[in-house]
């Protein structure tokens, strides 16, 4: 019993371990304890074992025994790197650094060396032993991208943006052009672009539909309201507060310009960071928000009342007006039959709840209320619409995260038409 608990002490106090610094670093506290639990128990394991009798390898086999666990490793690496959002970059490093394992613990295994017979043979072992470690580290390291100063001094030296004289794509090309040179991208995500999860992914979040006065603000002034799910204290100051100093009125509006063009007709918007997402439709104050939306009381889009129509209570007054409260109800049928949904109203996809929301139904009172209101409070009017045959209070898991749109699709949609850019 003795022994058992000597062999199982290390796992569990570095399971402990790992589990308080996930807690403090906000990581997967779980996942980083059963890590460290696991490897330490294989190492308990190997030291365990009784010793084979000592036999030198050769280097060829020396190799061949170690190279299969490495390049296992080196796998495991660069998919757990990509995993937690590491930049290509790094999961190059990291895989780099596994073969320099490789190459040092076959030098641990190699024959032993003949005792030394002077201080020259001494001198020369160890400027040879640190010639090689050198090469092997500039070689690598040779690989991997440079600071380069005259790049970054260019950088600096690049004329101010001037929007005198441009106009919509040059707007928006000038204002990712901002983005990029303040390395925005190394805290935020857009769509599938960026190389972290230290701000929201912009795309998914779908900053352009907020209006211009709100963006700014969240540039100049980002500690006034902090984005949903980055409301720790490390994410809390990671957004810096001087760009309201280094960006030029024309620079921020180019900026403003690009994160509007951030939007997704097909997806409802996602909040939170990457492992621990969840869409508007289980934002509990996103539906509150939709449910003033919906009956009238938003002072924001005055003269939208869904419930006008669609009751208060989900029993509809007009005749014709969709029943939320009906599951299985279906599309309408003043749609030819080549433009209606076959699926019941359970199963819609987003972008069908968008589209029937913002372009309406011909020949009804449903208009096309997105040539009339901002699309921001269409989709908060949509999020809540469906908790009535759907309530908040009664789901047993959340509503499953999309996929990010690829570039490919987010270039359909223009060329289909589905954005409608005056009320965006």
Not at 16 to 34: E, N, Q
Not at 79 to 90: C, D, H, K, L
Request: charged letters at 25%; glycine letters at 8%; a neutral charge.
């Amino acid at each position: 019993m003795n022994k058992l608990i000597k062999f199982l002490t290390p796992p569990i106090a570095a399971a402990i371990f790992g589990y308080g610094v996930g807690l403090f670093y906000d990581l997967k506290p779980l996942f980083l304890a059963g890590s460290l639990a696991f490897v330490t128990l294989l190492y308990c394991i190997l030291l365990a074992r009784t010793p084979g009798k000592p036999q030198e390898k050769g280097i060829v086999k020396n190799v061949l025994m170690k190279l299969p666990i490495v390049i296992v490793l080196s796998v495991i690496v660069w998919f757990v790197a990509g995993y937690f959002g590491f930049p290509i970059w790094w999961q190059i490093e990291f895989v780099a650094f596994t073969f320099v394992g490789l190459v040092f613990f076959v030098v641990l295994d190699l024959r032993s060396m003949e005792p030394e017979k002077g201080a020259a043979r001494i001198n020369v072992r160890l400027l040879g032993t640190y010639g090689l470690a050198s090469v092997l580290f500039i070689t690598i390291t040779a690989q991997l991208p440079q600071f380069n100063p005259e790049v970054e001094i260019a950088k600096l030296n690049k004329p101010p943006v001037k929007l005198s004289g441009l106009a919509g794509p040059e707007v928006i090309a000038a204002g990712r052009r901002v983005f990029e040179d303040n390395k925005c991208f190394n805290c935020h995500k857009v769509f599938w672009e960026g190389n972290s999860d230290r701000g929201p992914n912009l795309g998914t979040k779908q900053v352009g539909l907020f209006d211009e006065a709100y963006l700014k603000e969240q540039i100049i002034d980002p500690r006034k309201i902090q984005s949903p799910g980055f409301d720790d204290p490390k994410s809390y100051k990671a957004m810096p507060t001087y760009y309201g100093e280094d960006l030029s009125e024309d620079e921020l509006n180019a900026l403003v310009s690009y994160l509007k063009t951030m939007r997704d007709p097909t997806n409802i918007p996602i909040e939170g960071k990457l492992g621990e997402q969840w869409t508007w439709y289980d934002d509990p104050k996103i539906v509150e928000q939709g449910k003033l939306v919906y009956e009238g009381k938003e002072p924001a889009v005055e003269g939208l009342n869904c419930s006008v129509c669609h009751g208060t209570d989900g029993i509809p007054l007009m005749t014709g007006a969709l029943d939320f409260r009906n599951a299985n109800n279906k599309d309408s049928d003043k749609f030819p039959a080549g433009e209606r949904n076959d699926k019941v109203l359970k199963d819609w996809p987003d972008a069908l709840w968008y589209k029937r929301v913002t372009q309406g139904v011909p020949g009804t009172p449903m208009a096309a209320w997105g040539t009339m209101f901002p699309h921001l409070y269409l989709w908060k009017a949509i999020a809540y619409e469906r908790t009535f045959h759907d309530p908040l209070e009664q789901r047993a898991s959340k509503v499953p995260i999309p996929p990010i749109p690829t570039e490919e699709e987010i270039k359909r949609w223009k060329d289909d038409g589905l954005f409608m850019d005056p009320l965006l």
